[in-house]
């Protein structure tokens, strides 16, 4: 068809792409919203939350949410995603602000509260995974990756110790986690927290055994 043919009925006519822009903007702005929502509602709950819920607050009709995440799971694996990520991404900004044994522990509070909001996600997470219909998330290994960038920067600045496998902190720190997943016990895993860190500083030298000459007693 020429340019100067006019376009049959029922057929659309063709528009630039410019157009379509603010639509896909607005679009955009509705998933994370949505994402927003859904972490902040996830977070607080102690059972399930509905989708319709979430939509309501962030403003949109539960279509709209049906769109973006056609399923509940769909909607918990991206938000579980986006909390990794920021997880994941924090390390260069505390290594920025604290020295390296600070920021670690600063990492590990954050990673602490990421494992604390899984509430009310929690069963849609396991069984997603078992079924296949959430992709099993990188997670062991983006964590690992983020303790070895802190013990790497703190064995250069001699904050940490040097010879520690980031792997063995990692299983540390799932074993804090699942100890206390019992129970609200903030202050024990605060706590124990704590105790990896102490053990992550350098060892001091040991002190010699006292000179036996100058212990010995002095006989008449």
């Known amino acids: 068809m020429s340019p100067s043919e006019p376009t049959p009925a029922g057929v659309p006519a063709e528009q630039p792409a410019d157009a379509y822009r603010p639509v896909r903007a607005h679009a955009r702005r509705n998933r994370e919203k949505l994402i927003t929502v859904a972490r902040a509602a ?125 792997e063995d902190v990692t299983t540390m720190l799932l074993g804090v986690f699942l100890s206390t997943a019992a129970g609200d016990t903030p202050g024990q895993t605060g706590r124990l927290l704590g105790l990896i860190v102490d053990a992550l500083h350098p060892k001091e030298e040991a002190a010699g055994p006292p000179n036996r000459k100058d212990s010995a007693p002095v006989r008449s």
């Open 42 to 166: 996830f977070a607080a709950a102690d059972d399930t939350v509905s989708l319709e819920s979430i939509a309501r607050e962030a403003g949109v009709g539960i279509g709209t949410l049906y769109r973006h995440f056609p399923t509940r799971e769909a909607l918990v694996e991206a938000v579980y995603g986006a909390e990794l990520d920021d997880i994941a991404t924090s390390v260069p900004v505390l290594l920025d602000r604290f020295p390296p044994d600070v920021a670690l522990r600063a990492w590990m509070d954050g990673y602490a509260a990421f494992v604390a909001t899984k509430r009310g996600m929690i069963d849609t997470l396991r069984a997603g995974w078992a079924s296949g219909k959430i992709a099993t998330p990188t997670t062991r290994e983006r964590v690992t990756a983020a303790i070895a960038t802190i013990l790497t920067k703190g064995a250069d600045e001699g904050s940490l110790r040097a010879d520690v496998d980031p």
